[in-house]
């Protein structure tokens, strides 16, 4: 099945610097990647995703690539602020029967956990 | 994500005892998914339902069940056999199928007495 790695488990940066997460998958058949952000206790809130037809997709101070040569994308977050401060998940689709007829589902990497200093 | 309710906010579970977490859309979204969420780690799929009437095994469905007779409903289980069911559940929505955006439910979290 797909296996998403997710690194680094967690980050500390300074108020206005940048904050890169890098997820890696298994399966070469997934073609959409979103990535969500959890506050404590809150649900997960998708923040931005991108399909396997494009390579970069940039909203305001958050962007993401994607290699899909390499099987690995990535979130980049510029002029961080804290209240960016959360939990950042990838995630990447997978098909449990490949070739046949089921739908897929996501698989979601461990987790980030990102703290911006003021 | 405000047309996904769950409740309880809390539960708490007696040994051998079964529970039962409620998800409710009216998003009228195809696809319905249960995720388990323990400290410090990522989601872990439970059961996933594309269409009313059916629903499949996800990465961890040992010791949990779901229904879906209703396209607005998925219901989840915990029984018995769950011998570590302490976690945060989710719930999710998407509107077709086939992935895509998923939106969450505000979650329950069970607690073992």
């Known amino acids: 099945g797909e296996n998403v790695e997710q690194h680094p488990s967690t980050l500390s940066v300074q108020e206005g610097d940048s904050a890169v997460i890098k997820c890696t998958y298994s399966?070469?058949?997934?073609?959409?990647f979103p990535w969500y952000k959890q506050e404590l206790g809150k649900r997960p809130q998708l923040i931005i995703d991108?399909?396997?037809?494009?390579g970069e997709k940039k909203d305001q101070r958050i962007a993401v690539t994607l290699n899909k040569t390499a099987k690995h994308f990535s979130l980049h977050i510029t002029e961080t602020q804290p209240e960016d401060s959360a939990v950042y998940f990838c995630a990447a689709t997978s098909y449990p029967n490949a070739g046949g007829t089921s739908y897929g589902k996501l698989t979601f990497g461990q987790g980030t956990i990102l703290t911006v200093h003021p | 994500d405000g047309g996904i309710t769950q409740s309880p906010k809390y539960l708490f579970r007696k040994e051998g005892q079964n529970v039962t977490l409620s998800c409710e859309q009216n998003?009228?979204?195809?696809?319905m998914y249960w995720y388990r969420q323990d400290p410090g780690q990522g989601l872990r799929l439970i059961y996933y339902s594309q269409i009313v009437n059916d629903f499949q095994k996800g990465d961890i469905a040992e010791g949990y069940s779901v229904s879906r007779e209703k396209k607005e409903s998925f219901p989840l289980t915990v029984t018995s056999a769950q011998k570590n069911p302490t976690a945060f559940y989710l719930c999710?929505?998407?509107?077709?199928?086939?992935?895509?955006?998923?939106?969450f439910g505000p979650g329950t979290r069970l607690l073992v007495l």
């Open positions: 999710a929505s998407s509107p077709r199928p086939d992935p895509e955006t998923q939106y």
């Open positions: 399966d070469s058949a997934s073609n959409y």
């Open positions: 991108i399909r396997s037809n494009v």
């Open positions: 998003l009228n979204h195809d696809a």
